[in-house]
């Protein structure tokens, strides 16, 4: 039986939300699963993963194979990177500590990187609605334009009115 780690739709029309899942690969995509192991909602910026790094580590230590999307998760989690330290580990290249000791590192950086990335969305977010009031500038002076050009118009009017009666 060939098992993959996969992703299951949920959410309603053009508002997808993903559950991450275990699934027999003869499955549909949104039918029987094995076991169900983290979210994904790419509407959030950045996107929102919530996964059991432990539950899909043994799952990948088992056999089963990410599709595309997913292997991209487990790689930006960090899932990826700690099994190939753990491999390490296996091979004697260095100990359990150390290569904990390399995650926690490499997920601090990571975190940070994130965070910088969330921060630098939420300045442009900000950036976005500053620019609003410079357009309701903009319409200002063509309603001005338009009043002197009104202005302009009234005293012809005025004067093709006198001279009509002058000829009378």
Do not use: C
């Not at 580990?89 to 994130?114: I, P, R």
């Amino acid at each position: 039986m060939a098992v993959k780690i996969r992703l299951q739709r949920h959410g309603s029309k053009k508002r997808p939300f993903y559950f991450i899942v275990v699934a027999d690969g003869r499955a549909p995509r949104d039918g029987k699963f094995i076991q169900k192991i983290g979210t994904y909602n790419p509407l959030t910026v950045p996107a929102t993963i919530q996964l059991d790094r432990q539950k899909a580590l043994e799952w990948l230590n088992k056999g089963a194979q990410p599709t595309d999307t997913v292997h991209r998760i487990l790689s930006f989690k960090g899932v990826l990177y700690l099994k190939h330290l753990l491999r390490g580990v296996k091979l004697g290249l260095f100990d359990d500590a150390t290569a904990m000791a390399k995650f926690q590192t490499w997920y601090a950086e990571h975190e940070s990187q994130v965070a910088s990335k969330s921060d630098d969305h939420k300045k442009a977010q900000a950036a976005k609605k500053v620019y609003v009031p410079v357009v309701k500038k903009v319409a200002e002076p063509v309603a001005e334009v338009v009043a002197e050009e009104v202005a302009e118009e009234a005293p012809a009017a005025e004067a093709a009115a006198d001279e009509t009666p002058a000829a009378e």
